[in-house]
């Protein structure tokens, strides 16, 4: 393997790898390091999953908890109360995270994740449900330089300069085939925060407020929990080999915290000026036999109730990029697309406009956050609802995960999430409720959309 000669671009290095080592395997060469993070695209698709990234050692870090903010600068931490997106926007203009650069999408920037109870902190919501997580409702990592994979030109890029630059060019370099092990990595049987008989109860609840008029939909999930006796990395790599998505995640909060993700869900990609948001409605599980999963695949595209409920979605996210958007700009790209993962079948749409003159990223975040593909409609009536029911909180499940700078982000809806703290690991998932649900058919959607993780987890 040959390292080609480095240039100066917008200020700072930037450095083609020559090579075709596999992204998994230089992660694996960087699990355990500070912070470490992977953005994957394990799909490798060119339109959605190109460029997978990786970095380590972020100088900066900013977390948030019930709107207490930590900021961390050279190992030293400053405690305070703000709003978290304020304090994320005021991080991310001492940082001045750069845009992307010639073959390469990132050049410096925040990877991390915005939890979904960070909602109190866009409406006036109640905070009825169990709080028994240790994830702050934000972190994120400033990282100065990242590795760029480039699925199509099958090849590397490295940005920056300094310690966490060697450190990264290094793992290129001695990266190593990895193999997933098959084994059962779970402990006990995997449990509910619900009984069966209580979640079926609770859609009927959702039903009735349906019937009553107080919402259109509501998103109502469980979560499941069950201990692991395996590294969080090598968890990470059975989810992401039994689950493969085009905005996969794993980040590493500290403190044998790790986050992981195989969302098949974009939430925002911002270029510029230019918002795209793809929310999923609609979902059926894959089948072994062609012939059932081809039929599976027709009874969702011709499903009154998936249809439905997707153009419900659909008007909620243009209003909620209306509100920062130049007025006229936003558009539904593609009303229905139906697109298939490993384990199942999904109804999405495509909606963008383009960002006001005068409006941030944090403007952006703060208008459509959550995202309503996971909350419901009208979308705080839904959260209230929501809150009601589901007896513990969603801490990272729903909110959103990615990398974010000034001008440009990418961002997941985090469904199909798993959490893991120490042998703790836990994932949460849910469908969208509306008049017509059949209570019994909306548990067996969560079963089937959690059914690659616990593939993954050998349940």
Known sequence: MTVSSGTKAGGRFFEKINGNTAPFDVFMRLAGRLGVFFLDSALGDKRFGRYSFIGCEPSLNISADLGRVTVTRNGVSEVFDDDPFDALRAVMDECGACGSLAGSPFAGGFVGYLGYDLRHFVETLPRKAKRDQRFPDMHFGYYDCALCYDHVEKGWWLCGEGAAAEILRKAVVDARKMETPRKPCVRGALASNFRKEEYLRAVSRVIEYIRAGDIFQANLSQRFECEVDAPAAEVYGRLRSANPAPFGAYIDVGDGRCVMS?????????????????????????MSEPEADAAMRR??????????????????????????CEFGTVRVQDARALETYETVHHLVATVTGTLREGRDMIDLLRATFPGGSITGAPKIRAMEIIDELEPTTRSVYT?????????????????????????????????????DSVPEAEYEETIAKGRGIMSALGV
């Not at 098949?264 to 918002?275: A, C, M, T």
């Not at 009874?299 to 920062?324: C, F, Q, T, Y």
């Open 262 to 286: 195989s969302s098949p869900e974009r939430f925002l990609k911002v270029d510029g000026r230019s918002v795209e948001t793809r929310p999923i409605k609609g979902t059926r599980p894959r």
């Open 299 to 324: 009874e969702l595209l011709a499903s009154a109730k998936d249809n439905a409920e997707l153009a419900m979605i659909v008007d909620l996210e243009r209003n909620d990029l209306g509100r920062v």
């Open 399 to 435: 909110g959103a995960i990615g990398m974010i700078g000034r001008g440009w982000a990418d961002l997941n809806i985090a469904i199909r999430t798993l959490l893991v703290d120490g042998r703790r690991a836990t994932f949460q998932v849910g469908g969208g409720i509306v008049a």
